[in-house]
């Protein structure tokens, strides 16, 4: 699989995420890569977890917390 398309995938789950109403609560960073943790408090209170592994989706979900976007503050 190309690089783009790896980052297109990482991208498509992040985007899938915030769209069904995850906020980013928090980003893990190491060798393997960067967990980001997504929560959601409406309708049921859940948390989901999402390993990326590629530079461009890590710096993708940095420009959208800069950004604003997705970002629960906490």
Do not use: C, N, W
């Not at 980052?7 to 960073?29: C, P």
């Not at 993708?60 to 604003?68: E, K, N, P, R, S």
Request: glycine residues 10%; hydrophobic residues 45%.
């Amino acid at each position: 699989m190309s690089a783009f398309a790896e980052f297109a995938k990482e991208q498509q789950e992040v985007d899938g995420l915030l769209f069904k109403g995850y906020t980013i609560a928090g980003i893990l960073e190491d060798l393997d890569g960067a967990r980001i943790k997504f929560v959601r408090a409406e309708p049921a209170k859940s948390a989901v977890e999402l390993l990326l592994l590629t530079a461009d989706a890590r710096k993708y979900v940095t420009t959208l917390i800069f950004a604003g976007h997705g970002a629960s503050g906490k």
